[in-house]
């Protein structure tokens, strides 16, 4: 059994990605009690996936490592992972919380040695890499995983690589009986950073996504210009492994559109901007770079970045929606049709690759929230006071790039800290 | 003290750790080298049992100097936690065994590494004090809020709400800043729809009416002094009443100035009335009052109006703003808006090159502002000329690809924001003892000359390093931290609003929240005698030896935060609320009296001298590696855990920033031996990503100078080799130690072995 | 150049938006458009036209009025629907189009000899007669449209598959005299009428 100590002083954060780490991070740093539910099995949410920021081109992964080494050293937060919340009844101050664990089938007292891994054999789609690569049905999420512990695929028990993966655990750390747990947990205030997720490319019919093998999402691109992912930094096209070098990037593949999402993603236009550097990185002068855009969002001091990749990439910046994707049979090339809106050009442009800037949509659909909000038409969170203390924090709240998350987190933090000092009667 | 240590060795055997090595020679190393008291081996140390049996040393056995030899110091983190215990780790999972080919012919270098990294673990664990909490401080919970615009006052409501008082200074008559001669703001609840009250009367109201809440108008910051936890600040009233006030920590909400739309002669403002700003616009909007607006030249109804986007921005014509606003996009919708409610058939034409609206309530606005029939063209203006009581505004239109033109009554130029901030402390060479080029590549670094930026302070900061917030680019005090957006180079200080970043009134109140929560935590933070971020809960802070100061003030110039001030007598006052123990001031030493209780001179150099340097004859070099434990150990950590080989000649030892690194360790490991030095630190330049901003360009300053030491000492410059170093390098990191294995094995070991 | 059109200029002036908001079936749509041209790259008949319909929002929008009416590109939709389904912001523009066509020929602007706006009229006419469409007449005067000549040699080629309609019954030649008619063909009529008074008052109203 999980034992958690949280009282009407503790706050809840719902979301263990970079706005739920910060806003948990921050509450706890000022000596608040905390309790940080997570999803997935460890931290850092989406960002974990991002090879670099914009507009810094710096590695999220340092600052995932500062932020899980803040987490590491602060008493005052406890991480659950595989953790959902069921319910949420009660009022500012006194809400309980009926939270979900789902089964790790691997102890705390796990080393990360590897052992379990090497043991088996069965494989699945990994998911951090979005499919691109394939993982074991042991595994360790990635290599900054906080925390730093193995899980088994739930798809695995019962079978004879369970039973593998349990014997070759030296430390006695593999739990085949582990049916997870339920726990209600009383807490003063909840911060609510549950994020977003890639809108399902499928649905974008005309782009081909399901059907022509060059035709990849962002989120994909992502991983593939990361060197630890699954092409090791290599940008390759996936239907045959030919260099990537003249690559279009297709905005509001999903945003902006009243058939997918309504609202802006605000984020994709800055993350085709920073993508557009990776093809130019790999292939200077022979990049050849193509972003089909309706308005380029890079907004107020993101300009400059927006300035610098026009003056270092090179990239040709088309203002049309493209109208559909073909792909041409013989050299597996998509082809985007379409009209450049800017003077009427019709066009039929071959590449070698193309980026779809996926839209992020809210990780919880509207219908499916434990609790009743205020959510907008679009499914995010808004800054209702009939909400009580439950606060959104991040993605939740709008579609947000890192930094204003960020932001956004800090001051749900200190919402909460506000409920809970009035519980404790600090305001005396 | 020493007398008081008692130092306890676990050695775990876990993790293959007790198949690859002879764990018994380690542990007869640890007590015989490494002077522990008592040294224990576990086959599990992380486990309950492992971590019990060191806690029943601390309990039982006076234990308070633990050397724990096992995973990476990164790993297992929450397991080893002893407080009041002062802890070294050493690792022999990342840095030996998993960084080491598991082969017979490996074996001998593969045990020496891990005897040297229990010898270094025991060096650093023997020369380590335990970090005491100065005491001197108790909560303050007082935060100063400078500015009373929409930003001030919600900072202000935020501390009050959070049981914390909040003083407003404001150098104006009244509250409300510019946002108080909006007339309706862009909506911030859905349904995106209608401009809305702007809510500036209801803050103003609620923050006069806060117990907590004190409020001084046309008042300034004469002068603050002091740190968090106990800032001293000096309020002058125009009255010429001063009033003096000690806080906590300081908000910085000085908001912007608007663009100067004379710059703009090209869309004819100032040639007629009728051509106005975005914020001019406000003020006819609350003339009118629901009622038609006029133009001012003649009090027309206004049937035809033209909002010129990016008016003087997005541009690098001089004189123009380089960035984007950001608000103008929303503000100019939400004044079309104005006309077409009180008057459904008046033209409203935006002409804009991107319109940026994002998010969900951007984009819901701005399709509500099409159904009101709002047109938006895309096109660049190249002039707007008045004549025959119209305007003609000249434009390209984008989309036809033709250059055309449209009358209107009324031109509206959506104009920019300025930051309303100090004189940067970096834009100018510090001072004249400062040598050339460091003033020289801050001013290249930071210096944007086309903006103007007021250069009156706004918090004059007795500081050392300058009055004011040092500035990111184009004059705004924002953090260059995406994951740590309130972290500025003054601690305790928190900027917010536009004078950080362009922004609306919706995300400054936002902002204010997140600036309010770091002045909060800052207050606590130096109530514990606790370092705030990214140190948070280090409550080791700098001390100095006096007698050995030689006032030579490299300290107070190199510390990135400027928590260095001088006292009367010339000596460094280290402010230990204003210090982020990133430990550049200690590199900085020539003298090296700067140490941190666990973390000085002395506990990496006795680690460099701990290591058996085999003689010249060995054919086993010997290399150093100085890695910042930010990036670069962690890049190394991730490198073992993917099997990437380490030259096993190589001993790395954790930094808390490169800008820690005395140049002496480096003189005294070449001395005694070494035959290589790698020095990885984070990326210095514009984007750095250095945690505590300068210290790895101080630490490559410094370093700059090695090779002259290397020359005097007669050794090959090509001995110390200094890097920067992303924490996803785990390929290359590798491969620049390995590389300096190669470049000793050409030039041959070092002749200073004994 | 009608009457009417002059009216509505005098009207609108230049407030052509307001004009085909006001008069153009789903004009009202026009303000909609973000100009992403997804309409026009998903348009079949795409190259074929002088404007898109994108490029045409715009004009309408730039108060290109003349130049709109009388262009022959809304006369080039063939109701494939597909900018429709893309179209981001939801704007009906096959019908923006049709209705747009319909508009200007009301107004007299539509160009002379467009060979869709000649079937439209055919099939109109063809339509209103009986209240359903006489497949065989309107396939002949589909063929004689351009002139006797080209009439006969159209209607050579198309010798082949008429005769199989027949022979399956699909067309019944004696169709040719008269044809029948829906039920209560007066009914309809009335209502066509009715239809057309209502449409022209609203014209008219729009006019001033």
Known sequence: MTEVIATNETILVVGGGISGMTAALEAAETGKQVVLLEKRPYLGGRVSQLYKYFPKLCFPTCGLEINQRRAKMNPALRILTLAEVTSVEGEPGNYRVGVHISPRYVKENCTACGDCERAVSSEFDDEFNYGLSKRKGAYLPHRMAHPLRYVLDPRIIGSEDAEKAKAACKYDAIDLDDSGEDLTLNVGAVIWATGWQPYDANRIQPYGYDRIANVITSVEFERMADPSGPTGGRLIRPSDGKEARNVAFIQCAGSRDHNHLLHCSRICCMATLKQTTYVADAWGDDADISVYYIDIRAIDRFEDFYAKVRETTRARFIKSKVAKIEENKANGNPVLHGVDTEGYHRYANEHDLVVLAIGMQPSVPSDQFPVKLALNEEGFIEPAPENGAIFAAGVASDALDVNRAVQHATGAALKAVQVVNRVAGQEA | ?754 | MSELNQQMIEQYRTRFLQEVEANVEEGEWVKMCMQCGVCSGSCPLGKHWAHPPQEIFMMIRAGKREEVLTSDSMWMCTSCYNCIVRCPRGLPITHIMHGLATYAKRLGLAPKNQPTAKFAQLFWDNLVKKGRVNELKLGLSLYFMNGFGEGIKVAMKQQAIGLGMLRTKRMNPMEVVGGHAVKDLDGFHKMIRKAQELEDARIKQNAG
């Not at chain 2, 104006?172 to 609840?189: D, E, I, K, N």
């Not at chain 2, 710059?263 to 975005?278: H, Q, S």
């Not at chain 2, 400054?508 to 705030?532: L, P």
């Not at chain 2, 945690?691 to 050794?715: C, I, P």
Request: hydrophobic share 35%; aromatic share 6%.
């Open chain 2, 1 to 754: 003290m020493a007398d008081d240590k008692k130092f306890g060795g676990y050695i775990c055997t876990g993790c293959g750790i007790g198949e690859r090595l002879d764990t018994d020679q380690l542990e007869q190393i640890a007590l015989r080298e490494g002077k522990m008291n008592l040294c224990r081996q576990h086959p599990m140390l992380c486990s309950a049992e492992g971590v019990q049996m060191i806690q029943d040393d601390i309990d039982n056995e006076g234990v308070n100097h633990v050397m724990i030899a096992a995973c990476s110091r990164r790993a297992k983190v929450e397991a080893f936690n002893f407080p009041r215990v002062a802890l070294s780790r050493a690792n022999l999972r990342e840095g030996v065994i998993w960084s080491r080919p598991d082969t017979e012919e490996n074996r001998e270098t593969t045990q020496e590494k891990a005897d040297d990294y229990v010898r270094m673990g025991c060096a650093e664990v023997r020369f380590m004090e335990i970090p005491e909490p100065s005491g001197e401080q108790e909560l303050n919970k007082h935060i100063l809020v400078v500015g009373g615009g929409v930003t001030g006052m919600q900072a202000a409501l935020e501390v009050a709400e959070a049981g914390y008082n909040a003083t407003i200074v404001e150098k104006a008559a009244q509250l409300g800043g510019h946002m108080a001669q909006v007339y309706r703001r862009v909506p911030t609840r859905s349904p995106y729809v209608d401009p809305q009250d702007t809510q500036v009367a209801d803050l103003v109201s609620r923050v006069m009416s806060n117990e907590r809440i004190t409020v001084y108008t046309n008042a300034r910051v004469a002068q603050s002094s002091g740190a968090p936890g106990r800032f001293s600040v000096e309020i002058a009233r125009e009255s010429g009443e001063t009033l003096n006030g000690s806080f906590g920590a300081i908000i910085q909400a000085s908001g912007f100035k608007p663009y100067d739309a004379n710059n703009l002669p090209e869309f004819a403002y100032g040639k007629t009335p009728d051509v106005v700003t975005n914020l001019e616009l406000e003020r006819l909007a609350r003339e009118a009052d629901g009622g038609p607006i006029k133009r001012p030249s003649d009090g027309k109804e206004v049937q035809a109006v033209a909002f010129v986007q990016c008016a003087g921005q997005r541009s690098d014509k001089e004189g123009h703003l380089p960035y984007c606003s950001g608000f103008c996009c929303t503000t100019s919708i939400k004044q079309a808006m104005y006309f077409k409610q009180q008057n459904p058939g008046c033209d409203t034409t935006v002409l804009f090159t991107d319109l940026r609206t994002p998010g969900a309530p951007g984009e819901d606005f701005y399709r509500a502002a099409q159904r009101k029939e709002v047109t938006f063209s895309k096109g660049e203006v190249s002039e707007v000329v008045s004549a025959d009581g119209e305007l003609r505004v000249k434009f390209k239109d984008l989309i036809l690809n033709e250059d055309t033109e449209m009358t209107c009554d009324l031109v509206v130029l959506a104009t920019g924001q300025v930051p309303n901030t100090g004189p940067d402390p970096y834009a100018a060479p510090l001072e004249a003892e400062d040598e050339e080029e460091e003033g020289g590549e801050t001013a290249g670094e930071e210096a944007t000359p086309q903006v103007s930026v007021s250069v009156e302070s706004i918090l004059n900061l007795d500081y050392r390093q300058g009055t004011d917030l040092p500035h990111l680019r184009h004059g705004f005090v924002d953090s260059h931290f995406i994951c740590f957006p309130y972290e500025t180079r003054r601690t305790g200080i928190y900027a917010a609003g536009p004078c950080r970043r362009p922004m609306d009134s919706a995300q400054a109140r936002d902002d204010a929240a997140g600036a309010a929560m770091k002045a909060i935590q800052a207050t606590v933070h130096a109530a514990w005698g606790q370092a705030v971020h990214p140190r948070a809960g280090d409550l080791s802070f700098p001390r100095f030896r006096k007698e050995g100061c030689t006032q030579c003030k490299r300290c107070t110039v190199e510390c990135p935060f400027g928590a260095i001030n001088e006292d009367e007598e010339r000596y460094p006052q280290f402010n230990e609320a204003r210090c982020r123990r990133c430990g550049t001031c200690m590199g900085a030493c020539p003298v090296r009296v700067i140490s941190f209780a666990n973390y000085s001179i002395d506990t990496v150099g006795q680690q460099i001298k701990a290591v058996d340097v085999p003689d010249e004859y060995s054919e086993k070099p010997r290399i150093l590696v100085l890695a910042c434990e930010n990036d670069a150990y962690p890049a190394l950590d991730m490198a073992a855990m993917a099997g990437e080989e380490i030259s096993p000649w190589s001993r790395v030892v954790p930094v808390r920033c490169l800008g820690s690194v005395s140049l002496s360790w480096i003189t005294d490991s070449l001395n005694s031996g070494y035959d290589g030095v790698v020095l990885m630190g984070c990326r210095k330049d514009d984007d750095y990503q250095c945690h505590f901003v300068r210290g790895s360009a101080m630490a490559h300053e410094r370093l700059s100078k090695v090779g002259d030491t290397l020359q005097q000492l007669n050794l090959e410059t090509e001995r110390v080799a200094v890097y920067e170093v992303a924490i996803t390098d785990t390929k290359r990191a590798p491969q620049l130690i390995n590389d300096m294995a190669k470049t000793v094995d050409e030039i041959g070991m070092s002749p200073f072995k004994f």
